[in-house]
């Protein structure tokens, strides 16, 4: 299915970190299923490294850019590709020569053969790391509900949440059992039975506060997701209930 320019331009906003949680969200959704928006991110990590290069980019978006894609493995990667292809451009620039130099420049070939063997291992080294398939970092989604709100103490029958081994982070909607109040902040533990893990929420909104958990850090076993309510004066109250959850 081609592409239409809304797409394009939301792709470009995406990279330059121009859009709200809601909407990388969405778009990391599709990039996930749609193998022509997948490859349109390709061409435009490239393009956009080049307008970096050049210029280009100002402002802002030279501000978000660098911040963002450049400082990410495959940014430092394409910059890399990028300066090695410059380098040997640059050493490949025709000249106009005689007889005389030709002959010259022959003799002198063990002078230069060493350097150019190394810019072709960083030429090779950079195509390596290019070419290797880029996928976008798969996560787990899940709402989860307070155990004050949905359930009695004696009800043991939690959501089950089967994490892959090749997901990164899972991803956890918390519903509040009351509408947040405003400028009121939240702070988020969790609990694996055997120690505590202070979280920062990757996102709020009236009704619900997100947290993002790295996959390696949530192994199989029974969860439970403790949150703080942190009013504008700065005093602390625990939410009533826990989130609670199994994973496997």
């Known amino acids: 299915?081609?592409?239409?320019?809304?797409?394009?331009?939301?792709?470009?906003?995406?990279?330059?970190?121009?859009?709200?949680?809601?909407?990388?969200?969405?778009?990391?959704e599709r990039l996930m299923v749609e193998d022509a928006l997948f490859e349109e991110l390709e061409i435009l990590k490239g393009e956009l490294v080049e307008e970096y290069r050049e210029g280009e980019l100002t402002g802002s978006d030279r501000e978000s850019f660098e911040k963002g894609f450049l400082s990410s493995q495959d940014g430092r990667q394409r910059q890399l590709f990028?300066?090695?292809?410059?380098?040997?451009?640059?050493?490949?620039?025709?000249?106009?020569?005689?007889?005389?130099?030709?002959?010259?420049?022959?003799?002198?070939?063990?002078?230069?053969?060493?350097?150019?063997?190394?810019?072709?291992?960083?030429?090779?080294?950079?195509l390596?790391?290019?070419?290797?398939?880029?996928?976008?970092?798969?996560?787990?989604?899940?709402?989860?509900?307070?155990?004050?709100?949905?359930?009695?103490?004696d009800d043991v029958s939690y959501p089950t949440i089967p994490i892959p081994a090749?997901?990164?982070?899972?991803?956890?909607?918390?519903?509040?059992?009351?509408?947040?109040?405003?400028?009121?902040?939240?702070?988020?533990?969790?609990?694996d039975r055997h120690e505590l893990t202070s979280l920062k929420p990757s996102g709020q909104d009236a009704n619900?506060?997100?947290?993002?958990?790295?996959?390696q850090q949530v192994r199989p076993g029974l969860y439970a997701l403790v949150v703080y309510e942190i009013k504008a004066d700065g005093t602390e109250r625990q939410i009533p209930g826990s989130y609670k959850f199994i994973t496997q």
Do not use: C
């Open 1 to 28: 299915m081609a592409l239409n320019d809304h797409d394009q331009a939301r792709i470009r906003e995406y990279l330059l970190d121009k859009l709200s949680d809601d909407e990388r969200e969405k778009i990391e």
């Open 82 to 126: 990028a300066v090695a292809i410059d380098t040997l451009e640059r050493h490949r620039q025709p000249q106009r020569v005689g007889f005389l130099e030709r002959v010259s420049a022959f003799f002198r070939k063990p002078e230069w053969a060493i350097p150019s063997v190394a810019l072709a291992a960083v030429i090779i080294a950079a």
């Open 128 to 153: 390596i790391w290019i070419l290797i398939p880029q996928q976008p970092a798969r996560y787990i989604a899940v709402t989860l509900s307070s155990s004050a709100a949905t359930r009695s103490t």
């Open 166 to 191: 090749d997901a990164s982070e899972l991803r956890v909607s918390l519903a509040l059992p009351q509408p947040a109040t405003p400028n009121t902040r939240y702070r988020i533990v969790l609990d």
């Open 208 to 215: 619900s506060v997100s947290v993002v958990i790295p996959a």
